[in-house]
């Protein structure tokens, strides 16, 4: 028998997300771990001589290089080409997915480099992400019976709130297709019965109001565009203040606004907050603001992007629709 023939059929999942699906419990059962670290990171990696080519699991799904036939082991290719993520690169392969780990699951995104339209990127803004939805839910009186992820990516995050609110609705959204598909399969390879992945342009495709509504919007200012990246406006945070006012408008009492976002910090000072506090005056949610870290992605202020910048910083914004 070949890891082919171990692909079995499963609700929402078309043949060739079934073989995705089965490759990352494939990977899960044969030890595979992998913390996918920041595009800046992984190339100054991959440049290393040594690094020139994948001689095992992690070379080839999770710092995406080139590998030789012999390098994986028996049904791994098969299994690759069912799901549509096996590449030729000259005489070598190449994964056109990687796999990474988080709150013990494997997650499938994008191979590195990221530079498609619609590649979607699991990091660590991902794991910081989840972290503080997974915190929230754990510190939170009330309990969580639907939530959303906007932007849901890989889904990691409404995955992470689903498995610590048990039998919560709870929706996966991106306009992303790509993203979307990620989502369906993570969520049946972590099982996860309360995930709903669909398409909606934030919570315009949508009905309801939530519990939990979490976030982790592109909020990069990016010269090319990149949805995945690109968060719009003067500053690269227009879509995550378009987000804070559809929560405004959709949260239950008691329900909370997770975002996790980002700011280019300006002569001392924040736009994104200072933002972010007219757009939530008048709307009745009590909120807090806080760096997690002050200085990140510092190779993005050597660009004309960020050249007014002094430092940029990551961000979470809790805001809470009083009970």
Known sequence: MTLTDTVLP???????????????ATLKDAGYAFVTVTPATHERV???PENAQAHDLRGVFGWSRPFAP????D??????????????????YRSLVRFSSYDS??????AFPTAAADSVFLGPDTYRMADAAAAHVAARQLPVRRAVDIGCGTGAGAITVAKRAPGAEVLAVDINDTALRYA?????????????PCRSNLLGDVDGTFDLIISNPPFMIDPAGRTYRDGGGEHGHGLSLAIVDAAAERLNPGGTLVLFSGAGIIDGEDPFRAAAADHL???????????????????????????HAE?????????????
């Open 10 to 24: 499963a609700p929402g999942l078309g043949a060739a997300d079934a073989a995705l699906r089965t490759l990352g």
């Open 46 to 48: 991959n440049r290393r």
């Open 70 to 73: 012999g390098v994986l082991p």
């Open 75 to 92: 049904g791994y290719l098969e299994l690759m080409d069912a799901a549509g993520v096996l590449a030729r690169d000259g005489e070598l």
């Open 105 to 110: 699951e494997l997650f499938v995104h994008s």
């Open 184 to 196: 369906r399969v993570n969520t049946a390879l972590a099982d996860v019965p309360g995930v709903r």
């Open 281 to 307: 005056a008048g709307t009745g949610l009590t909120w807090t603001y806080r760096e997690v870290d002050p200085d990140v992605y510092d190779e993005e202020l050597d660009g004309r992007a960020y050249a």
């Open 311 to 323: 430092r940029i910083a990551v961000v979470v914004l809790t805001a809470t629709r009083e009970g």
